[in-house]
């Protein structure tokens, strides 16, 4: 065990979903062809001004709703200048002053179920530089990416483990996905996390190095305690550590020098004169934020209260598709409709690489589907035989069955009728009940799904046959 | 050739309503005059504008657009699509223009004619038009002369009566100062009111295009039509009135304010004097005069160099030589490509502006200069917000001395701030601004008086100033150029 305590904090990018880019008309979206999304605002022409798209200041709010920030009322954006390729106007448009949302937190739930709240210093939104693709002789320019809305949220330096860390990008990740800010995908680079490690034997923190380029939530807990590891070999051995910028290697699972940290850095800071001050009030944030759908912890409890098992309400969390969906299905039966959608549904959906919005099965045809599944007038049989017409028809289940034969006699009368015939067939299996073999019973309803090929409503035919044993 | 550029505004518009002329003749007599006379007013000639003015000849002249058809000249820091707009400066000596300026838009929209992109100082750093990368533009009242700046071509254009229009832009003066030493009328209208999209930015809190024009009618005319919302501008206001409105009006009641700062020892005596004539002959008219005192006036200069500088230096990290204009052409890696791209393209007052800017805003430095800077703006402007609320308007000398010799200025870089001391202040509040003629020292060089209104009440200023200007009624004929 290390005598080290490790200083771990985190800052994270996240694109924001939203149609345009964030000071131009531009379309702000991922995998066009290279620069063909790009105006002259995004190539910083001269004589082009910033125009500030609000939606990028909605879904920023909603961010901030979620990780429960202080909202700033009066804010502005500001310059960041240096000199870079991939910068075209010659500076960043960020916050650096007046950042959106300040001091928040959020908890997580450690393995030994010890909960932990990370404390969030600050949210502020900014502008995205373009890609550069750097080839052997030359480098080449992306402006595709020039101008895409981010949100960089920075942590205080408060966790103490990779453990921690990587709860609380998951948490995070989780929060802004459902909150419908960003599609969180790291791979994409809507999602980049860098983090800020020290360690100490003492209260007093130890100087901190930068880990970039890390692929994966998993892949920042490796490079967290590569990085550790990498600083207590240093000093145990009487070495220095220099404040500096690493990559991380997804092959060698290490972190690589970029650069080391210049002293004082001067991005020469002011405050952008071609977008005025912004005044929020709180009207404007709840009109932007009272849409928020319920975020994943309330939908968790209410999943657990309708009797999900622990790894189908994860599955359901994970896939925020079909959570969604069934969130309009909250008062009908959760656990029928959840094995349905992770099951046979999914399984089709995925067959035939659709969505469910694009087939025919509509909430309403869904809720009777599962209504008559619970209530057991549909037997699991006899779904899976509807189930391609419940998606490609635009008819109603009882249309579907009758079409193929399939309706199921709901009238009491007629099953009794059918049912004292087939009770006189078997009458063997009858004696074997009256004579004190109940199971009998169950091989008796299975004569009669037999012989009505399943024809009869199961809970009514197996409530009929026990009054007529039982007479 | 029959000299109907020399007509007013609605006398020209009445003939081409009639028939009697075509915009191609208007053109033509422009472009005879630019010809004949090398004022070095244009860095840019719209070789297509012949064409232009005979495609207006398939419309009907529309009765009520005053500017169909009416030449016009354009600064070179506006873009003009399919233009080259170089900003006198060898760094965009190659830039074509590739959209059109939310004020182009509407110039096009009237059915001006685009004569050409006027000279300047390179990107309009400068009050002597000198700083160009093509030369300097020729004073048409004396040669010897500087001609102003930045917008000096604009100035000149309108001075030789090359053109009866021209925009210009105005971060510290630079419409003023050039349209007083050229005997001609010149707007910075309220920040807010003409869009700068499409206006290379030299300092974005202060820059602001305007009119320039032989008298005070037409100036409140052309922002009638340039004025107004555009999306592509944040800052930019809308505009529902008309600025001709008080012109003719009687002056009841009124109060001008003489900041006394404005008549200081630094002001030429022949000024000086010609701006008291003016306070006599208003106050023969009943109209209320005072001297003044306001808080923070002798700031302008300093804040100008602070925030302007500013400001620049960060807007002109953009001509890095990577995407458009000039690059170095065998540049050792990516740091040569910046130093030696913006070490040659760049010209000496710019290159300073730039220095002095980054150094402003570079660590600390914010703090104590670019901040202090805006709240000490914040309070100049509240200190005249106040004489506004006393006075209808604030007037005083457009320049503290008529056009100087050229080249008096050259190793002196303070020479030129200290010579715009009169007309920041407009800039640090936003405030409209407009520089009339009043009359000539005695070289014959034009002095010009400055209006200053309270903001968006450019209406007011175009009342006195056409009161002025009637009363006056100057020959102002004597920059015209010869045929």
Redesign the interface.
């Known amino acids: 065990m290390s005598n080290y305590k490790k200083t771990i904090g985190i800052e994270v990018h996240c694109e924001l979903k939203t149609n345009n880019k964030i000071f131009s008309p531009a379309l702000s979206n991922y995998g066009s062809m290279a620069n063909t999304n790009v105006n002259v605002i995004d190539l910083g022409y001269p004589g082009t001004l910033p125009v500030l798209n609000m939606d990028v200041v909605k879904l920023a709010l909603k961010a901030c709703k979620v990780l429960n920030l202080n909202v700033s009322r009066k804010m502005h954006f500001d310059r960041k200048n240096y000199f870079y390729p991939d910068l075209p106007k010659g500076f960043q448009i960020t916050q650096a002053l007046t950042p959106i949302g300040t001091h928040g937190y959020i908890e997580v739930t450690k393995k030994d179920g010890t909960k932990k709240r990370i404390d969030i210093l600050e949210m502020h939104i900014e502008e995205d530089t373009c890609k550069s693709v750097h080839g052997e002789k030359n480098s080449l320019l992306d402006f595709n990416r020039a101008g895409v809305p981010l949100i960089e949220i920075v942590t205080e330096p408060c966790m103490e483990t990779s453990e921690e860390a990587v709860l609380y990008l998951t948490k995070l990740r989780e929060l802004l996905l459902y909150a419908g800010v960003s599609d969180c995908k790291i791979e994409e680079g809507s999602m980049r996390c860098d983090t800020n490690v020290s360690i100490s034997k003492t209260e007093e923190w130890g100087t901190k190095v930068e880990t970039k380029n890390i692929g994966s939530i998993s892949n920042v807990g490796v490079a967290i305690e590569y990085e550790a590891k990498r600083q207590e070999e240093i000093l145990e051995s009487g070495g220095k550590i220099i404040p500096e910028t690493r990559r991380f290697d997804d092959k060698s699972l290490s972190t690589i020098s970029m650069r080391v940290k210049e002293v004082g850095n001067d991005y020469r800071y002011f405050p952008e004169p071609d977008i005025p001050y912004l005044n929020i009030d709180d009207k404007f944030i709840d009109d932007n934020t009272n849409d928020l759908v319920r975020m994943p912890d309330e939908r968790r409890e209410s999943y657990k209260e309708a009797g999900i098992n622990p790894i189908n309400i994860e599955k359901i969390i994970a896939n925020k598709d079909i959570s969604d969906y069934l969130e309009k299905f909250l008062d009908i039966n959760l656990v029928v409709a959840s094995n349905l959608l992770l099951g046979d549904i999914a399984s089709y959906l995925n067959k035939n690489d659709v969505t469910i919005d694009k087939t025919h099965l509509t909430d309403s045809k869904f809720r009777d589907l599962v209504n008559r599944l619970d209530k057991n007038e549909i037997s699991n049989k006899i779904f899976k035989e509807i189930l391609v017409d419940l998606m490609e028809n635009d008819l109603s289940i009882d249309e579907i069955l009758s079409n193929k034969g399939l309706n199921l006699v709901s009238d009491k009368e007629e099953i009794k009728k059918t049912v004292s015939e087939i009770l006189d067939k078997y009458s063997d299996l009858v004696n074997q009940y009256k004579s004190g073999n109940e199971r009998a019973s169950k091989a008796i309803m299975g004569m009669i799904m037999k012989e009505t090929r399943g024809s009869l409503s199961p809970a009514l035919a197996n409530e009929v046959m026990m009054e007529l044993l039982n007479e | 050739m029959s000299k109907y550029i020399d007509k007013s505004l609605n006398e020209i518009h009445e003939a081409l309503v009639k028939g009697e002329i075509k915009p191609v003749d208007l053109v033509n007599e422009c472009l005879d005059r630019i010809n004949k006379n090398n004022l070095n007013a244009f860095i840019t000639m719209n070789d297509k504008v012949i064409e232009e003015a005979k495609e207006l000849e398939k419309m009907e002249v529309p009765k009520d657009d005053l500017f169909f058809g009416i030449p016009i000249a354009i600064k070179d820091n506006?873009?003009v699509n399919g233009m080259l707009?170089t900003?006198a400066s060898k760094i965009?000596s190659n830039?074509e223009?590739?959209?059109d300026?939310g004020v182009i838009d509407l110039v096009k929209e009237h059915h001006m004619l685009i004569i050409g992109k006027t000279n300047m100082d390179e990107f309009a750093m400068g009050s002597t038009s000198e700083t160009s990368y093509y030369g300097t533009p020729i004073n048409p009242w004396n040669k010897e002369r500087v001609p102003g700046g930045s917008s000096g071509g604009s100035a000149v254009s309108v001075a030789g009566r090359l053109v009866p229009l021209a925009l210009g832009s105005d971060t510290g003066g630079s419409i003023r100062q050039p349209s007083s030493f050229n005997g001609i009328v010149g707007m910075k209208p309220s920040y807010g009111r003409v869009s700068?999209?499409?206006?290379?930015?030299f300092?974005?809190?202060l820059d602001q295009i305007g009119p320039m024009t032989r008298n005070v009618l037409e100036n409140a005319n052309l922002l009638n039509v340039i004025c107004g919302k555009d999306?592509?501008?944040?800052?930019s206001v809308e505009t529902n009135e008309d600025f001709t409105r008080l012109i003719g009006k009687p002056l009841k009641d009124f109060k001008v304010a003489i900041p006394n700062y404005f008549l200081s020892d630094f002001v030429d005596s022949e000024v000086r004097n010609k701006v008291l004539e003016i306070k006599e002959m208003l106050e023969k008219n009943n109209v209320k005069v005072d001297m003044v005192d306001i808080n923070h006036i002798d700031m302008a200069v300093i804040l100008y160099q602070i925030i302007a500088m500013?400001?620049a230096?960060?807007n002109?990290?953009?001509?890095?030589g990577?995407?458009?204009g000039y690059s170095y052409p065998d540049p050792e890696n990516?740091e040569d490509l910046?130093l030696k791209t913006r070490q040659y393209g760049f010209g000496n007052e710019v290159k300073r502006r730039i220095m002095v800017g980054?150094y402003i805003?570079?660590?600390e430095n914010?703090k104590i200069y670019?901040s202090k800077a805006?709240q000490i703006r914040d309070d100049l402007q509240k200190s005249f917000k106040k004489i506004f609320s006393e006075y209808n308007l604030i007037i005083g000398p457009s320049a503290a001395r008529c056009a100087y010799p050229l080249n008096s200025g050259k190793d002196d870089p303070l020479h030129c701030f200290m010579d715009d001391i009169l007309v920041m202040h407009a800039n640090m509040g936003g405030f409209p601004c407009i520089s009339i003629p009043i009359g000539f020292n005695s070289e014959k060089l034009p002095i010009g008086l400055q209006i200053l209104g309270n903001n968006f009440d450019e209406a007011t200023i175009y009342q006195l100033a056409s009161f002025i200007e009637k009363e006056l009624n100057l020959d102002l004929e004597g920059g015209k150029v010869s045929e």
């Open positions: 506006i873009m707009c900003c965009l830039f223009a590739i959209y300026a700068r999209y499409g206006l290379v930015a300092a974005s809190s999306d592509r501008d944040m800052t500013g400001e230096s960060s002109l990290a953009r001509f890095d990577i995407r458009y990516l910046y980054s805003l570079s660590g914010a670019y805006m």
